[in-house]
């Protein structure tokens, strides 16, 4: 069941009574609200404001609007610059362009000289739909993850990016933020607590045999599958790893340690990136059979969002089925 | 007429010996590296250091410090060397260079050691840092100066061109690079492996303030500096033609240094030239 303490949307499984929303109008409505609070805050983008909904801070606070062109390894230089001298810098763009471009400027000059730049990437998963593979990222989390002080948020709907956007202001190192172009339900409410490096639960029927843990807007597909597995019979939980780095090890090995079985769920390269950490972490401590529901080693295609979801495997249905089969090789 | 006197500049160039000096030293010390480039910027570190620098070696992070970028890191055991005689930590310290737990790493860090700014190594992400930089002092409202010190091989790095043209799209006067052009790459010539001239010409094209000098000419290197301050709107790039293993007759020019170092009896022979090098500019 749904957890009370979690304060999701009291319509969750209304889908339809639902706000939808890209997770980058987090971005947008968090970056202005910090702006007003906080003089430190500088916005470096690379021509594409609009999109990454950076437009309405370039208009109110045109002094702290960094614009750079279309120079994702200039911006990345810049904004290590700006933090240099106390500056506290927010460069977004598209992530298929940053981290995807400038993976080494943000080593070195971000991650080794371990400088507070938020590094905010958008329009990540096949979801970004008709503009195809190119401009859909499906390794950032990987690129991102494998830096030394680098941390890596991966918010759920648009309120958990805007927790996300404020949580890393606050943080001292250099962090990345995995944002959205699709529209998704927005299930979480402002009441629902967001720690960086605290995983989640969202759900949790009374014994769960098979714990699912993710992240991303592919959550709210996981509660739907979580739903519906309850009335198979096969009880589970529903993990939120937002805070892929770092990683709350201790939640996810107690997740998995009752349940016996796991499903591991994003929007990403099945190489290393969120299911990749916990094939980590169980390995290391209780191995025990995994599912993953990902990108299989393969690049995006032109198509509808939902079209390519499904193409790729990344539904409730796909959720339920890799649930059920892990349930059959650990309880089976 | 120059910015300098006569005592300032006989100072610099006495310290660039010194510089050169350790440089051969700590190089052989560590028994890796390259020695032609830090010969060939001596003069310059020298200069930087010990006059052209708004600097507080006992307080490296002053905010009102002028900011000094090295790009090129394969370079740094000059910077090392000018930090250690200006008195920013003991020059014991220099045989360090290179060792594990030291903080002297191969390539600077800034987390490791105060007065660095920036960590560099990998080609052309200085310039870039240089402009962020530079820019936010102007935001800050701190008239403190930027210099990037950069290599001619980093001229053929994508993120140079587009921090220069960042550097020139934001008007950052307060920026000013300094390339040396010592026209080898560890390949060989610059104008052999990938041609970067006409150099000048370039940055004038992307709206920069642009004077080459002779980079072992410290009063004609701090004259270009000085003018650059009463540049307005518009960054300025120093090109400053500068000969590898300068100091060092034997190796000067010759690109098989760039990414070597002597052994004990070659240091040994270049620590003589040196020698001899400087008894010719104290007698002049």
Known sequence: MILHDTHLHEDIFDTGKLEHAGLRDGFGAAIGELADSDERVVVVC????????????????????????????????????????????????????????????????????????????????????????????????????????????????????????????????????????????????????????????????????????????????????????????????????????????????????????????EEHQILGGVGGTVAEILAQNTPMPLE???????????????????????????????????HGRAHG | MSYLTEADSMHIKLMAHEIRHSVIEMLTHAGSGHLAGPLGMADIFAAMYFSVLNHRPQE????????????????????????????????????????????????????????????????????????????????????????????????????????????SAHKLSNLTAIIDRNEIQITGPTEKIMPIEPLREKYEAFNWNAVTVDGHDVEMFVDAIEQAKNVHERPTVIIANTIPGKGVPEIEGDHRWHGRVPTKEEAVKFLMQLAQERKIVTAA
């Open chain 1, 46 to 265: 690379a021509d594409v404001s609009k999109s990454v909904r950076a437009d309405v801070f370039r208009k109110k606070h045109p002094e702290r609007y960094v614009e750079v062109g279309v120079a994702e390894q200039n911006m990345a230089g810049v904004a290590a610059g700006l933090a240099q001298v106390g500056m506290l810098p927010f460069m977004v763009t598209f992530a298929a362009f940053s981290p995807g471009r400038n993976r080494e400027q943000i080593r070195t000059a971000i991650a080794l000289s371990d400088l507070p730049v938020k590094v905010v990437g958008t329009h990540t998963g096949v979801s970004v739909g008709p503009d195809g593979a190119t401009h859909q990222a499906l390794d950032d989390i990987t690129l991102m993850r494998v830096m030394p002080n680098m941390q890596v948020v991966v918010p759920a709907d648009r309120e958990e990016a805007r927790k996300a956007i404020h949580a890393s202001a606050a943080v001292n190192k250099p962090i990345y933020i995995r944002l959205t172009r699709h529209e998704t339900p927005v299930f979480t409410t402002t009441d629902t607590p967001f720690e960086i490096g605290r995983a989640e639960y969202l759900w949790r029927s009374p014994q769960p045999r098979v714990a699912l843990m993710g992240a991303g807007p592919l959550l709210y597909e996981a509660l739907h599958a979580a739903r519906m597995l309850e009335g198979e019979g096969i009880g589970t939980s529903v993990l939120n790893l937002h805070s892929v780095k770092p990683m709350d090890i201790d939640r996810v090995k107690e997740a998995a340690g009752d349940a016996g079985a796991v499903v591991s769920i």
């Open chain 1, 292 to 326: 993953m529901v990902a990108v299989h080693d393969a690049f995006g295609q032109s198509g509808t969002a939902q079209e390519l979801l499904e193409h790729y495997g990344l539904t409730r249905g796909s959720i339920m089925e890799a649930a059920r089969k892990a």
């Open chain 2, 60 to 167: 490296p992070d002053w905010e009102s410090r002028d900011r000094l970028i090295l790009s090129n890191g394969h370079i740094v055991p000059v910077r090392y060397a000018a930090m250690a005689h200006a008195g920013y930590f003991p020059l014991e310290e220099l045989n360090t260079l290179r060792r594990f737990g030291s903080r002297l790493q191969g390539h600077p860090e800034r987390t490791r050691l105060p007065g660095l700014e920036t960590t560099s190594g990998p080609l052309g992400d200085g310039l870039t840092q240089a402009a962020g930089i530079a820019l936010g002092l102007r935001m800050n409202d701190n008239s403190a100066r930027v210099y990037a010190i950069l290599s001619d091989g980093e001229q053929q790095c994508g993120v140079t061109w587009e921090a220069m043209m960042f550097a």
